[in-house]
């Protein structure tokens, strides 16, 4: 299968996705990697790494929301994507963007969802006193950080532990589980028990 990926910032769980998707065996290859910020250091990263990076920045298209997604939607339609990954995309989607990838796109999110959707959540997990903390795959729905769940990994929260020691516990679970997932998901292997997961073809 064909994945754009869609990144704001850093890109490392575009890095770990590029470097599962290099092994012979990765049922499914990068072909692009799209940023709403033309600063966002994972474009370099993509590139050294030989894949086809672009920013499309809102700004050009004002407030013109629909514009944005349609132009990243012909990006990614252009690369032949059939499936695409959020990773660090730190912008709403609308229903529009949304509903032309039912069932076809995958978000990572840094809690074990359905636990502290949105932002900050390692300084809520801290506050909330919570034992465990993690990360979340899933399929992106209409709601924020909601839909159905792909693969999660639980980390400990440990006595002393920062926002950043947390945050680092955690994306090291990122990285791991958010190319597994994908494999699953083209595999047929892990069918989401949530009916609103549309399957894939499995993979042959
Ligand atoms: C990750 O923690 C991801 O879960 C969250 O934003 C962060 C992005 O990091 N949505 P990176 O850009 O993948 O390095």
Redesign the pocket.
């Known amino acids: 299968s064909r994945v754009g990926i869609l ?8 890095e770990a996705l590029v470097a599962a998707a290099a092994a012979e065996d990765f049922p499914a290859e990068i072909a692009i990697v799209l940023s709403n910020r033309a600063a966002a250091p ?1 474009l370099e990263t993509a590139r050294r790494a030989g894949i086809p990076a672009r920013a499309i920045p809102a700004r050009d298209f004002g407030v013109d929301r629909a514009a944005h997604e349609a132009a990243i939607d012909a990006a990614l339609r252009e690369a032949g994507c059939e499936l695409v990954c959020l ?2 995309y ?1 912008r709403l989607l609308t229903p529009f963007l949304v509903g032309r990838w039912a069932g076809r796109m995958l978000n ?3 809690s074990l969802l359905p636990a502290f959707p949105g932002l900050d959540t390692h300084a809520r997990a801290l506050a909330a006193g919570v034992r465990l903390h993690g ?1 979340t795959v899933h399929l992106v729905t209409e709601v924020m950080d909601e839909g159905p769940i792909l693969a999660q990994a639980a980390v400990p929260v440990l006595p002393g532990d920062t926002e950043a020691s947390l ?1 680092a516990r ?2 090291v679970q ?1 990285h791991r589980i958010y190319p597994q997932a994908l494999r699953n998901l083209i595999c047929g292997e892990q069918v989401p028990a949530d009916p609103r997961a549309s399957l894939l073809n499995p993979c042959v």
């Open positions: 990144i704001s910032g850093r890109g490392s769980n575009m994972g990773a660090g730190m990572i999110h840094p990360c945050a955690v994306l990122e």
